[in-house]
């Protein structure tokens, strides 16, 4: 499913994809370029969530965040061509723009670290 690259991202798109913290988990979680199916990407975001980690739901908690990865946040990333989500085999890898967005997250890491 793959869609050649149409438009730049304007600033005010990035600002706003960024300013969601799971759409910059899902982004950090791709930076090494390996594909993840949604299941794998909800269960990174789980762990790393302290709140989730520690509730005694467990596997609850991680579904919840998948669900919420396939009908949310990789429909609204892929829209932008920030990540590519093949719905018919389950994975997610990053997308044409994600170059453009990429000196963004780098400057939220350094003021976060």
């Known amino acids: 499913m793959s869609r050649s690259r149409q438009t730049v991202l304007e600033t005010e798109t990035i600002y706003a994809l960024l300013a969601d913290e799971t759409h910059r988990a899902v982004l950090e979680a791709l930076r090494a370029g390996e594909p993840a ?5 909800g269960r990174r975001l789980a762990a790393s969530d302290r709140s989730l980690e520690e509730s005694s739901a467990g596997w609850t908690d991680r579904r919840a965040v998948t669900v919420e990865l396939i009908h949310y946040y990789l429909p609204k990333l892929d ?10 085999d389950a994975t997610v890898t990053t997308g044409s723009n994600v170059d453009d967005i990429a000196p963004f997250l780098d400057g939220i890491e350094r003021v976060s670290s």
Request: proline share 7%; charged share 45%; hydrophobic share 20%.
């Open 37 to 41: 199916s949604p299941d794998e990407l």
């Open 79 to 88: 829209d932008h061509d920030v990540v590519e989500y093949d719905r018919s």
